[in-house]
């Protein structure tokens, strides 16, 4: 069965970097797009932008532009997400989400059960 | 930039029928999908494509599309239905994914 297991939580402190990764089973990695999603405390979903899974190319949503990267490791059927300069605002679950497809577009079917990042001095 | 309006917040009683809808500009010409995200759960998809439900989703799930306005019923609210629900579109004129603001549907 499909399977997104994401890393643990963090603790990190203003300024700091921060990878959470994104482990995916049960289907063939590359040929689904992955998206992330991230959900501030007591708010709603915000989509970050998704990787293309095949070419290794990504799109990022306003506002995510400039400190956080996707990025892949196909040998191992895993996606990552670096955010840096990391700041108090931060501070969400992010989690990884399955798309239906290759490309961006459609629905997310499958989703990981989240990472919590808390920014604090 | 494209807005989804959903309702903060939704109750029904027990064994009633949930309507949860999702407003916006010419939603009917998109492709609509739900989430349902239990208390300190990841989100997970109860509604694909405005209509079609992933198996394992119960038949008490539905959705709707028409003019300006998606709707995900619930038929037969069970307790273990009090969620909050997203609404998401694809908004191609921007490339971007867009969900709703979420709507907290309480089981009286």
């Not at chain 1, 990764?21 to 979903?45: E, H």
């Not at chain 2, 119960?58 to 273990?80: D, K, M, W, Y």
Request: with cysteine; charged share 15%; net charge neutral.
């Amino acid at each position: 069965q499909v399977q997104l297991v994401q890393s643990g939580s963090e603790l990190k402190k203003p300024g700091a970097s921060v990878k959470v990764s994104c482990k995916a089973s049960g289907y063939t990695f590359t040929r689904y797009a992955m998206n992330w999603v991230r959900q501030a405390p007591g708010q709603g979903l915000e989509w970050m932008g998704w990787i293309n899974t095949d070419t290794g190319n990504s799109t990022y949503a306003q506002g995510f532009t400039g400190r956080f990267v996707f990025s892949l490791d196909t040998s191992v059927s895993t996606a990552y997400l670096q955010s840096s300069s990391l700041k108090a605002e931060d501070t969400a679950v992010y989690y990884c989400a399955k798309g239906s497809t290759a490309v961006a577009g459609l629905d997310f079917d499958y989703w990981g059960q989240g990472t919590l990042v808390t920014v604090s001095s | 930039s494209y807005v989804l309006t959903q309702p903060p917040s939704v109750s029904v009683a027990p064994g009633q029928t949930a309507s949860i809808p999702c407003g916006g500009n010419n939603i009917g010409g998109k492709s609509v999908h739900w989430y349902q995200q239990r208390p300190g759960q990841a989100p997970v998809l109860v509604i694909y494509d405005g209509s079609d439900r992933p198996s394992g989703i119960p038949e008490r799930f539905s959705g709707s599309t028409s003019g300006n306005t998606a709707t995900l019923t619930i038929s037969r609210v069970e307790a273990g239905d009090e969620a909050d629900y997203y609404c998401q579109v694809w908004e191609s004129s921007s490339d971007n994914v867009v969900f709703g603001g979420g709507t907290k549907l309480t089981v009286l």
